[in-house]
């Protein structure tokens, strides 16, 4: 999953989904130096890929899409379930997503010095350009694409995914509906799981990883 998925799978504690919002940049180990709220949502998104890239659901969406995209085809997928997310919001939340997403941004803003080294680099287009309101959005996905086309020296054949999506997207749609059912009832008992873990850093500052 990407990360619109990662942090409304957090629960209520937006410091449970900061952490889970960083969970790719705090790599090996370096999850311990940081206090329990946000080691408890580091710890959550590693289960939460762990759970996703073993579902026989996203696999099938994955095999689906993956002469295409190749060794890419699993990081276009979670910006596609994001994408499903997004466009079916309000049937998962009552917040509306633009007050949901700067309510994220905010604590972004307010922990930056406390961001590993990557999340420093990445947040402030994140917000300017409001990558967690507009997944949603087939234009600005159209353009996030682009830009990973690039990043990727263009062998995931990302210019690509557009149209790609358009091709299966009843399909990938359903998909995601059916598996995010699953991964909702599994983040759920996997943070009532960490949270009830006693933690000897709880009381420490949260510290930069670079």
């Given at each position: 999953m990407n990360f619109l998925a990662h942090i409304y799978l957090s629960g209520e504690n937006k410091n449970i989904a900061l952490g889970n919002?960083?969970?790719?940049?705090?790599?090996?180990?370096?999850?311990e130096n940081y206090?329990?709220?946000?080691?408890?949502?580091?710890?959550?998104?590693?289960?939460?890929?762990?759970?996703?890239?073993?579902?026989?659901i996203v696999l099938k969406s994955k095999k689906m899409i993956a002469p295409d995209f190749n060794r890419y085809a699993g990081i276009v997928l979670d910006i596609y379930y994001d994408h499903f997310l997004?466009?079916?919001?309000?049937r998962y939340c009552k917040t509306e997503l633009q007050e949901y997403v700067n309510e994220m941004y905010v604590l972004l803003i307010k922990?930056?010095?406390?961001?590993?080294?990557?999340a420093q680099q990445i947040s402030p287009f994140m917000i300017i350009r409001n990558w967690l309101g507009n997944y949603g959005n087939k234009k600005s996905l159209y353009y996030i694409f682009l830009g990973m086309h690039r990043r990727?020296?263009?062998?995931?054949?990302?210019?690509q995914a557009m149209s790609v999506l358009k091709s299966h997207y009843s399909l990938l749609e359903k998909d995601f509906f059916l598996f995010f059912?699953?991964?909702?009832?599994?983040?759920?008992?996997k943070l009532i799981e960490l949270s009830a873990v006693p933690n000897?850093?709880?009381?420490?500052?949260n510290q930069r990883n670079t």
């Open positions: 919002l960083i969970g790719d940049m705090v790599k090996g180990k370096a999850y206090e329990h709220d946000i080691k408890t949502g580091l710890l959550l998104h590693r289960a939460i890929d762990h759970y996703t890239d073993k579902h026989e997004a466009q079916n919001w309000n922990n930056y010095t406390s961001l590993p080294l990557r990727t020296r263009k062998l995931g054949n990302m210019h059912d699953d991964l909702q009832e599994f983040s759920k008992n000897e850093n709880s009381s420490g500052n």
